[in-house]
Every structure is written in C-alpha cells, then in structure tokens.
C-alpha cells in the first residue's frame, strides 16, 4: 500500500541556519512526490514537485528536494530559513497520471518553528 | 494564478444537519477531489471525481457523503446527516491530470 512517512513531528531551527526535512515513501513503482506548504489556518500550497528527470528539484521560496530512488526518499532543504517558513509541511506521493484516480496521500506533517 | 476557491471559510452545524461544502475548480482542470484534515492530523483523501463520475473513494467517504458538479463551474461535497467526527477543515483541489493538484484554502467545519 502507497504511505508517507515523515519522521520529525517538529522541529526548531535558528532563523538563518539550514533545514532539512525527511520523508520516506512506499510505492510500488516510481511515483510524482511533492512538497506543500501550510501556514496556520491557510490552505496547501505546492512547493515544488518531482515527476522525472533531474532528481534535484527546484522550488518556491529557495526550496529544493532530492528525490533518492534508493533511499526511497525525498527530502527537503533550505540553505538559509527565514522566519516566515515557520509553517506545517507536508510531503506527499502520487499515482502517475494516466489514470482517473491520482489522489495524492500524504505524511503527517512537519511543523517548523524558527527561532530569532 | 487562477485559484481554487471554497465557501464558506467557516461553516457551523447542528450534528444530525446537512451540510453541503462548495468549491469553485480551476476552468480548464479536468479533475477534482475532496479532502479532509482533522485538526492535528493528516491531509486525508475523500474521493476524486473525473467525468462526472467519482473516480475512487477512500472508506471515510460512505453512505453519508456525496459529491456533485452541478454546472459547469462548481463542486460540491454534501454530507447528509453530520456527525460530531466529521469536524474537520475540507479542501477542494482540482488538476488537469498532468499537472499537481491545486489546492483551495478549505472550509472549516464544525460540528455541534
């Protein structure tokens, strides 16, 4: 069955440092993965998205993610966090389209608070 | 950027009442979903409608749940007999198939 895993429920960094949050899937062939973004009480925002190709991604707001087929990862970084990517993140896997279906599923989420 | 958009922003109802969630999908998308998240948990999938048919449904959505798209513009998700755990924020998401789904802000459902 398709699952998402985030393992860190929170984390705090300092305002300027790097970030770096983990999400493992399991799918049973190469699936579309994503990142959105939830600031509080505020809808989903797509922060970047990997389909194929280059397996460093390219996002919204200095995002990157490197999808590891090995791994079975696709993790998220920042090189500098600004105070303003406190938020909710969230990772999620999809079908590859072709299908009527492509409902995404999601991980739990990763609450980011940064520190001054 | 065209967006989805949802009403209300806030909805509160009597348990035992209809409720029924509205969205507006992007115009060109071909495909549309319904979500839910209980407060401090996951983004769960409701169901996807594609072709004026639901296309899959997750086992949340049951008897009590139904979806349409009455017109050409608008998708609607109708619980029919609310119950205290369907309280939840619902998000619309709409996408072309080739493309990520977009989300709308939700509609924060409170049941009484």
């Known amino acids: 069955a398709q699952s998402v895993t985030q393992p860190d429920i929170h984390i705090t960094v300092s305002e300027g440092a790097s970030l770096e949050l983990r999400c493992n899937y399991s799918y049973g062939a190469t699936p579309y993965l994503f990142w959105y973004v939830q600031s509080p009480g505020q809808g989903l925002q797509l922060l970047l998205k990997?389909?194929?190709?280059?397996?460093l991604v390219q996002g919204i707001k200095g995002f990157e993610a490197e999808f590891k087929r090995s791994q079975s990862s696709f993790n998220l970084r920042k090189p500098s966090v600004h105070w303003s990517d406190a938020a909710e993140y969230f990772c999620a896997v999809g079908a590859r389209y072709g299908g009527a279906t492509n409902k995404l599923i999601f991980g739990t989420g990763t609450l980011l608070a940064v520190q001054p | 950027e065209p967006e989805v958009t949802q009403t209300p922003s806030h909805q509160v109802t009597q348990m035992g009442q209809e409720v029924i969630l509205r969205c507006v999908p992007i115009?060109?998308?071909?495909?549309f979903y319904w979500y839910r998240q209980i407060l401090g948990q996951k983004v769960e999938f409701l169901v996807s409608?594609?072709?004026?048919?639901?296309?899959?449904k997750s086992e949340i959505f049951d008897d009590q749940f139904s979806v349409e798209r009455p017109d050409g513009s608008n998708f609607t998700l109708k619980i029919r007999s609310t119950k205290l755990e369907d309280s939840a924020m619902y998000f619309c998401a709409s996408g072309r198939g080739d493309q990520p789904q977009h989300f709308g802000d939700g509609t924060r459902l409170s049941i009484l």
């Open positions: 409608f594609y072709n004026n048919e639901i296309s899959e």
């Open positions: 990997y389909f194929s190709g280059d397996t």
């Open positions: 115009s060109n998308h071909l495909y």
